[in-house]
């Protein structure tokens, strides 16, 4: 099973991206999905979260500019950035629990880098 993220990039403040994370393999279900970031020498903090059925969960510093939705035909959960700020400067990673046939388990994809600067 992998996790492949996308979408990262540069913008200016208040601009916007989209972040996409599609699972892969032999993949039975997926619970829940979830973005976090990292800044260097910093904990992993969870940005948002969704679960299979839809609910949601966001870091009160993205409530209202952040929104989570995934596409469970697609095995795919994405993030939709708005009004970005500087202080959102850092890498994200997509998080999803996977049930397979050998177990049910947490992935991590690869990292996506978002750089919000003028």
């Known amino acids: 099973v992998q996790l492949q993220a996308s979408g990262g990039g540069l913008v200016q403040p208040g601009g916007s991206l989209r972040l996409s994370c599609a699972a892969s393999?032999?993949?039975?279900?997926?619970?829940?999905m979830a973005w976090y970031r990292q800044a260097p020498g910093k904990q992993r903090d969870m940005v948002a979260a969704?679960?299979?059925?839809?609910?949601?969960s966001y870091a009160e510093s993205v409530k209202g500019r952040f929104t989570i939705s995934r596409d469970n035909a697609k095995n795919t959960v994405y993030l939709q950035m708005n009004s970005l700020r500087p202080e959102d400067t850092t890498v994200y990673y997509c998080n999803a629990v996977i049930r397979t046939l050998l177990d049910v388990r947490n992935y991590w994809g690869q990292g996506t880098e978002v750089t919000v600067s003028s």
């Open positions: 393999g032999r993949i039975l279900s997926i619970n829940d």
């Open positions: 969704i679960s299979s059925g839809g609910s949601t």
